[in-house]
Nanobody
């Protein structure tokens, strides 16, 4: 499975972006998907996760602003980001697994190319 994140860019504070993650294979049977980010000088962190069993979960700092979704027909995972803040600046990655635990832990062996989001005026 190959992962390709896209949709990043430069946006002003308060603006919105929608990130897409194209998956080379079918995601129909994949239980859990996640979006992660890595800011300069910081460790990668889980931002949002979605599982078939438990729905969506978000880190507190993005609750109410970000929405994760998936389109099984297009083999694509999305992250809608609104009311962006400077502290959202980071490289964003997606990943997925049959195990929700693995998505929550972020212990994936493979990471595709991320997409850079810069929030600045």
């Amino acid at each position: 499975v190959q992962l390709q994140a896209s949709g990043g860019g430069l946006v002003q504070p308060g603006g919105s972006l929608r990130l897409s993650c194209a998956v080379s294979g079918s995601i129909f049977s994949i239980r859990a998907v996640g979006w992660y980010r890595q800011a300069p000088g910081k460790q990668r962190e889980l931002v949002a996760a979605f599982s078939s069993d438990y729905g969506a979960n978000y880190v507190d700092s993005v609750k109410g602003r970000f929405t994760i979704s998936r389109d099984n027909a297009k083999n694509t995972v999305y992250l809608q980001m609104t009311r962006l803040k400077a502290e959202d600046t980071a490289v964003y990655y997606c990943n997925l697994d049959r195990s929700l635990r693995k998505v929550l832990a972020g212990t994936h062996d493979y990471w595709g190319q991320g997409t850079l989001v810069t929030v600045s005026s």
